[in-house]
C-alpha cells in the first residue's frame, strides 16, 4: 500500500500562487503514475494533472493547462503541483492520487490510493 499526505493549500487572492506538495510512503515502488484531482462544493472531482512516476512525462487538464506545473522528486517520494495565476473556480479541495498499474497516462482513472486533501481558495 501506498500512503499520501498533501500540504500547501491555503487562502489566497486572484492572481497569486501556490505550491502544493504530496508527500508519498510505503509501498513507493510500486507507483506507475501520481495525479492531482480536485473537488469544488456541490461538483464532483476532476483530473488537473498527472506524471509519469518513471519516465516524468506529464498531463494536463485544460482547465489548467498553462498555469499549473506538476513535478516530482523521486528520491523525497514527493510530487509537486504549481499553481500560478490562480482565479476564482480553482477553488476546491486537491487530493494527490497514486497508479499502482500500468495505464496511459492520459487515462484519468485507476487511482488507487489517496491522499486526505488540502483545501486551496481563491478569493477574487
Known amino acids: 500500500q501506498v500512503q499520501l499526505v498533501e500540504s500547501g493549500g491555503g487562502l489566497v487572492q486572484a492572481g497569486d500562487s501556490l505550491r502544493l506538495s504530496c508527500a508519498a510512503s510505503?509501498?513507493?515502488?510500486?507507483?506507475?503514475?501520481m495525479g492531482w484531482f480536485r473537488q469544488a462544493p456541490g461538483k464532483d472531482r476532476e483530473f488537473v494533472a498527472a506524471?509519469?512516476?518513471?519516465?516524468?512525462?506529464?498531463y494536463y487538464a485544460d482547465s489548467v493547462k498553462g498555469r499549473f506545473t506538476i513535478s516530482r522528486d523521486n528520491a523525497k517520494n514527493t510530487v509537486y503541483l504549481q499553481m500560478n495565476n490562480l482565479k476564482p473556480e480553482d477553488t476546491a479541495v486537491y487530493s494527490c492520487?497514486?497508479?499502482?498499474?500500468?495505464?496511459?497516462?492520459?487515462?484519468?482513472?485507476?487511482?488507487?490510493?489517496w491522499g486526505q486533501g488540502t483545501q486551496v481558495t481563491v478569493s477574487s
Open positions: 510505503g509501498r513507493t515502488f510500486s507507483i506507475y503514475d
Open positions: 492520487a497514486a497508479r499502482l498499474r500500468p495505464m496511459p497516462i492520459v487515462v484519468g482513472s485507476g487511482y488507487g490510493s
Open positions: 506524471i509519469s512516476w518513471g519516465s516524468g512525462i506529464t
